[in-house]
């Protein structure tokens, strides 16, 4: 009688084989300096493992990723300084608290449609393009004092390891190399959310499910759990790895790659215990730059499931239609 749950369910922690919390694949890419094939073949093993898209030309949505050069006292220090942003007095912060949209530093509480939503998330965010740095840096938060200088640092280390993973995605799909180089790549926007403690998770979500409608995303959590994503019908819980980044593939990417790329569906959610805090770079193409899928890709057997779409336009849409429905893959077949 005494493995019934009933008679043991007063502990504090849940036991590590009661908890649906689950490691994604995790790519070493310390590897790739000799065995470039091998880690391509990784990335590809790992959607067949999820059981996600069956067959060779189908790559996973959502992986981790080790020994990726960027240095681990450089992520503490990046982590360190936004938690120290989140925790300051607001007066502190008011330089970049903003209603406005166009603003390309804003500092803001649940989502983007606070004023007209019917239900807020549970976070705190703030977002501010990083490439070209000397173009936008200036914008930033002047406090924490150190908050420009190590963010800085940190934006032009992921968009290098961005350059990177997308190198290697871009040989796994036989198209040519640098061909997600220049204007492609060119715009990196870092977005840093915070979610405090809440006194009731059942009810509330942090961000709720969604795709992230860039070409791909790097995600650096702390310890704390709270990434979800969305597998065969059930929402999975992706267990921070220390010094890992998720890498999230985006809507942009799954046009460009023709469908072989999907876009990964997750959401944040809350806890009661302690406050959480990730901080994402968002890679895309530059405004007036036309996605499309890669011409490389198109063979007979093979069409063209989308039309070419300014990126401009497509953001200006996303943004709208995501305001109403917070589901973009209901309407992006209409590119």
Not at 114 to 142: G, M, S, V
Not at 199 to 217: A, F
Not at 227 to 244: C, F, I, M, R, S
């Amino acid at each position: 009688m005494g493995k019934l749950v009933s008679s043991w369910s007063s502990v504090q922690n849940l036991p590590e084989d009661y908890s649906f919390r689950w490691t994604i694949p995790v790519i070493d890419l310390g590897e790739g300096s000799h065995d470039r094939a091998g880690i391509i073949q990784q990335i590809i093993n790992a959607s067949q493992d999820f059981g996600l898209f069956p067959g060779l030309c189908k790559i996973l949505a959502e992986i981790t990723v080790i020994n990726h050069g960027v240095s681990g006292v450089l992520m503490d220090e990046t982590m360190s300084v936004v938690k120290e942003f989140f925790n300051m007095a607001d007066e502190r912060r008011a330089d970049v608290f903003t209603d406005d949209h166009t603003k390309s530093c804003r500092f803001r509480t649940s989502s983007t449609n606070y004023a007209t939503e019917e239900t807020h998330y549970w976070r705190d965010f703030l977002r501010h393009p990083c490439h070209h740095l000397e173009d936008f840096i200036h914008l930033w938060p002047q406090h924490p004092t150190t908050y420009r200088d190590v963010v800085g640092k940190y934006s032009v280390e992921v968009r290098n390891l961005l350059l990177r993973i997308m190198e290697l995605m871009s040989e796994g799909l036989g198209l040519e190399p640098g061909f997600f180089e220049g204007e492609l790549s060119d715009d990196l926007l870092i977005l840093t959310n915070h979610y405090p403690p809440c006194p009731d998770p059942s009810l509330s979500l942090g961000l709720p499910k969604h795709s992230d409608p860039n070409l791909i995303t790097l995600l650096l959590q702390e310890h704390v759990y709270g990434l979800q994503v969305y597998k065969d019908g059930q929402w999975l819980g992706v267990e921070p790895l220390p010094n890992a980044f998720v890498v999230n593939i985006g809507y942009q990417l799954q046009v460009v790659s023709n469908d072989k790329f999907k876009g990964a569906e997750h959401q944040a959610v809350t806890n009661s215990r302690e406050a959480r805090t990730s901080i994402g770079a968002f890679m895309g193409p530059c405004n007036n730059c036309i996605i499309e899928p890669a011409k490389a890709l198109i063979t007979e057997d093979n069409p063209p499931h989308y039309k070419a779409f300014n990126t401009k336009s497509f953001l200006k849409i996303t943004w709208q239609r995501l305001l109403v429905t917070q589901k973009l893959h209901c309407w992006l077949s209409m590119f």
